[in-house]
């Protein structure tokens, strides 16, 4: 296991949790900042996530390549329709459900798709600390991610404040590739739970880097307007992406 590959999972999915919640659900505004490096080069990034009762949109402040010519801008999960929309654009986005992400898993596992580049093997290990800390006002416990292998770890510092509800996130996935099975089936166990990340730290030859932190928690009504699909956008299929990308269009 690497830690980059863990940081990504955890950030790709926002959250790292420990079981029991007392808060009412939150709804609002979530702005986090992303340190990091692209060759050699110190580079920070921002993402914001707005939460609905039943909705959740996590938006970069910039694009992400997923793949060759598809650049996404933000990711809208919508458990009352039971689908994903990855926005691509002003003017274009592509919407599935979970079976159809589930069926495509099947079909690159029969091409023999696979990145085991991603896995987080036996030498990870999981505990619960009793450290506690105050970010932002909120109080926080540590979940320590070490990597026996590479003499690393994370510190994960976790609130119970903030009661996200993650909808298909926190339900079982069907035919994830081998090399993401162990990370996805630990991300889906934590989604069941309802604490949320505030800051993210690596620990690597003897020094202590943020790689992760909630810099503002705005809990309000502004989500509502953005868990909306913008006017004059176009949904394609997953399977009109894959035809269109086969074709070279």
């Known amino acids: 296991m690497k830690i980059k590959k863990i940081l ?15 808060y009412a659900q939150f709804e609002g505004q979530i702005t986090m900042k992303m340190y990091g490096e692209n ?25 992400m390549n997923v793949m060759d010519g598809f650049d996404a801008s933000g990711l809208l999960i919508r458990n009352d329709k ?17 079976e159809e992400l589930e069926g495509f898993f ?17 030498n990870t290990s999981f505990s619960y600390t009793n450290k506690t800390r105050n ?29 996200i509800n993650w909808g298909m996130l926190a339900e079982p996935w069907k035919n994830v590739p081998e090399s993401m099975r162990s ?3 630990r991300l889906t166990q934590e989604f069941k739970s309802k604490n949320f990340p505030l800051l993210i730290e690596v620990h690597e030859k003897g020094e202590t880097i943020i790689a992760m ?29 894959i035809f269109s990308m086969m074709m070279g269009n």
């Not at 993402?47 to 996590?58: C, D, F, K, W």
């Not at 503002?216 to 997953?238: D, H, Q, R, W």
Request: hydrophobic share 40%; proline share 2%; no cysteine.
């Open 39 to 63: 060759d050699g080069v110190p580079q920070t990034s921002e993402i914001n996530l707005y939460t609905t009762s039943n909705r959740i949109i996590v938006k970069g402040d910039e694009s």
């Open 135 to 163: 970010i932002l006002g909120y109080d926080t416990t540590e979940l320590l991610i070490e990597d026996s292998e590479n003499e690393s770890s994370l510190s994960v510092w976790l609130t119970s404040s903030i009661d």
């Open 213 to 241: 932190e909630v810099t503002n928690v705005n809990e309000s009504s502004i989500a509502k307007a953005m868990v909306e699909v913008p006017t004059g956008v176009s949904l394609i299929g997953l399977q009109e992406m």
């Open 8 to 22: 990504f999972s955890l950030a790709l999915v926002g959250l790292i949790a420990i079981p029991t919640s007392i």
């Open 183 to 185: 990370s996805s089936t």
């Open 82 to 98: 039971k689908d994903f929309i990855v926005m691509m654009g002003e003017n274009k986005a592509l919407q599935f459900t979970k």
């Open 106 to 122: 099947q079909m690159a596992g029969m091409m023999g798709s696979d990145d085991n580049d991603v896995n987080m093997t036996s």
